[in-house]
């Protein structure tokens, strides 16, 4: 893992407890260790935004960064589909107005939309007296509601990430459910040791969630990220 990079961006930040940083930050660290990311580009005005969306190419997804905002759809900060620089404009105003209203400090993520893949979840919680806890589930309503999710402690191996993704009720999904093509697990085991070293390695880290992960039939996508210190 590139952990300087990584470690550089922990100090820059600060390490106060229950600081959050924002979605951006956190892809940072992900990328840093390994775990594909979205293409993002992050803004601080409108027009910035628009020239982010040239590069990026629609269609596109717009966000709010804030480290005010934790669930930044709750807020109405979230578009997903954006087709063409109008569309971007009105959704970035639509932000804006909203933040100037609460009052808090926000940006613009500008980030390639991904492509439709099955929603999973990794995340980490760190336990004073386990350690991190490994966290892998499938996205929406499977943890949500049915509170289907496997947790190890590290250091894991291979194959017992492996029977942590097997053994979620949710498994059948993995391989391929109405027409959809079965997962690539192995991906899917990487995010998860990948994250139990970042994890180990940044003791500052409390909490890690990479909600949604998308999973295809090639890859994985982290398209969301927090991480709290
Ligand atoms: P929140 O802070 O509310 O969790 P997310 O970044 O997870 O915000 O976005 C909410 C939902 O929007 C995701 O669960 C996913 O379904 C969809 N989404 C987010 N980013 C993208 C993207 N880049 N491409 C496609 N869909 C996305
Ligand atoms: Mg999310």
Same mark, same amino acid.
């Given at each position: 893992?590139?952990?300087?990079?990584?470690?550089?961006?922990?100090?820059?930040?600060?390490?106060?407890?229950?600081?959050?940083?924002?979605?951006?930050?956190?892809? #940072?660290?992900?990328?840093?260790?390994?775990?594909?990311?979205?293409?993002?580009?992050?803004?601080?005005?409108?027009?910035?935004?628009?020239?982010?969306?040239?590069?990026?190419?629609?269609?596109?997804?717009?966000?709010?960064?804030?480290?005010?905002?934790?669930?930044?759809?709750?807020?109405?900060?979230?578009?997903?589909?954006?087709?063409?620089?109008?569309?971007?404009?009105?959704?970035?105003?639509?932000?804006?107005?909203?933040?100037?209203?609460?009052?808090?400090?926000?940006?613009?993520?500008?980030?390639?939309?991904?492509?439709?893949?099955?929603?999973?979840?990794?995340?980490?919680?760190?336990?004073?007296?386990?350690?991190?806890?490994?966290?892998?589930?499938?996205?929406?309503?499977?943890?949500?509601?049915?509170?289907?999710?496997?947790?190890?402690?590290?250091?894991?191996?291979?194959?017992?990430?492996?029977?942590?993704?097997?053994?979620? #009720?949710?498994?059948?999904?993995?391989?391929?459910?109405?027409?959809?093509?079965?997962?690539?697990?192995?991906?899917?085991?990487?995010?998860?040791?990948?994250?139990?070293?970042?994890?180990?390695?940044?003791?500052?880290?409390?909490?890690?969630?990479?909600?949604?992960?998308?999973?295809?039939?090639?890859?994985?996508?982290?398209?969301?990220?927090?991480?709290?210190?």
């Amino acid at each position: 893992m590139q952990s300087k990079v990584a470690k550089n961006l922990l100090e820059g930040v600060g390490t106060g407890n229950g600081r959050v940083l924002t979605e951006y930050e956190s892809k #940072k660290i992900f990328r840093a260790a390994g775990i594909p990311v979205t293409e993002e580009i992050l803004a601080e005005t409108i027009e910035d935004a628009i020239a982010a969306g040239a590069k990026i190419g629609y269609p596109l997804v717009l966000k709010i960064s804030s480290p005010d905002v934790r669930h930044k759809s709750d807020f109405g900060g979230v578009y997903v589909g954006l087709r063409d620089e109008a569309e971007l404009e009105l959704a970035a105003s639509n932000i804006r107005e909203q933040a100037l209203a609460e009052g808090i400090e926000f940006a613009f993520l500008v980030q390639e939309m991904a492509e439709a893949g099955q929603e999973l979840l990794v995340g980490s919680k760190r336990d004073p007296t386990f350690g991190p806890a490994l966290i892998f589930g499938l996205g929406g309503v499977f943890t949500e509601i049915l509170d289907d999710v496997s947790i190890r402690i590290p250091p894991i191996d291979r194959e017992e990430a492996r029977r942590m993704v097997r053994e979620i #009720k949710g498994a059948p999904v993995l391989d391929g459910f109405r027409g959809m093509p079965p997962l690539d697990i192995e991906a899917i085991i990487d995010v998860i040791l990948k994250v139990a070293t970042i994890m180990e390695t940044f003791e500052a880290i409390t909490e890690l969630d990479i909600n949604p992960l998308l999973g295809y039939e090639k890859g994985v996508l982290a398209v969301d990220g927090l991480i709290v210190l």
